[in-house]
C-alpha cells in the first residue's frame, strides 16, 4: 500500500453528523416515494416489499442491509435455481448479470438504485454511512477478499467509490483496490465528490444490475 491506515476523529464526526441529519431529512422528504414502492413490490411479486440482507460492517459486525425486495420469493438454495453456467458467474462475484430470480419490478428498481432507498434507515442507525465501501457478505469475503481487511476499519456505504466507478463493470481484484483506495484517502472532499458522481451514475444507470 502506498499509505497507512490512520484514524481521523474530526472527519468521522463530521461524516457522522451529516449522516444523522441528511439521512432523517432524506428520510421525511422520500417518505412518499418509499410509500408507493413499498405497495408496488408486493403487487408485483408475492411476498415482503422488503428484503433483510446480512452484511459485513465496521470491524467485521453482522448487520442488516434493508433493501426494497427485487427477486422473487423463492426459499431454494442458489444452486438450485441457477443453471452451472450461472451459478459459475454467480461465484466469481457473488453477483449475476441477467438474473434469473430477479422480478421485472425488480429489475427497474435495481436499475435505477431504488432498491436501495430503505438502507436510509441503516444510515440514520448508524450501521451504513452515506459512503464508504460497499458492504459484502460473509462468504464473499472468505472467497474473494484474499484477507484484506482495511474495508472492515470504516463504516459500509450507501455508495462509494467503487460504486461510481465500474460498479458491475470492473473485476473483483479490481474492486478491492478501489475500495482500499477510498479507506486509505477518504476525505469529505472525496466523500463529496462520490456524492456528486453517484446521481449521475443513479441516472444512467451505468455498471447496475
Known amino acids: 500500500m502506498d499509505k497507512e491506515y490512520k484514524v481521523k476523529h474530526l472527519y468521522c464526526f463530521i461524516k457522522r453528523c451529516f449522516d444523522i441529519f441528511c439521512s432523517f431529512i432524506a428520510i421525511i422528504v422520500l417518505l412518499p416515494l418509499l410509500l408507493i414502492l413499498m405497495v408496488l413490490v408486493p403487487l408485483t411479486s408475492e411476498g415482503s416489499p422488503f428484503y433483510l440482507d446480512k452484511r459485513l460492517g465496521k470491524n467485521k459486525k453482522i448487520i442488516k442491509v434493508i433493501k ?10 442458489v444452486i438450485e435455481i441457477l443453471s452451472k453456467e450461472q451459478y459459475k458467474e454467480y461465484i466469481k462475484t457473488f453477483k449475476l448479470e441477467n438474473d434469473p430470480r430477479t422480478t421485472k419490478f425488480g429489475r427497474f428498481l435495481r436499475k435505477t438504485s431504488l432498491d436501495e432507498l430503505p438502507q436510509l434507515f441503516n444510515i440514520l442507525k448508524g450501521d451504513l454511512s452515506f459512503v464508504g465501501p460497499r458492504p459484502i457478505v460473509e462468504k464473499e469475503y472468505e472467497y474473494l477478499w484474499n484477507n484484506d481487511e482495511l474495508i472492515f476499519k470504516v463504516r459500509p456505504g450507501l455508495t462509494g467509490y467503487w460504486a461510481v466507478n465500474g460498479r458491475s463493470n470492473t473485476s473483483y481484484e479490481d474492486r478491492v483496490k478501489q475500495e482500499d483506495y477510498y479507506v486509505l484517502n477518504r476525505s469529505l472532499w472525496l466523500d463529496f465528490k462520490i456524492l456528486v458522481k453517484t446521481v449521475f451514475v443513479a441516472i444512467s444507470g451505468k455498471g447496475a444490475l
Open 68 to 77: 426494497f425486495r427485487s427477486m422473487k420469493n423463492d426459499a431454494r438454495p
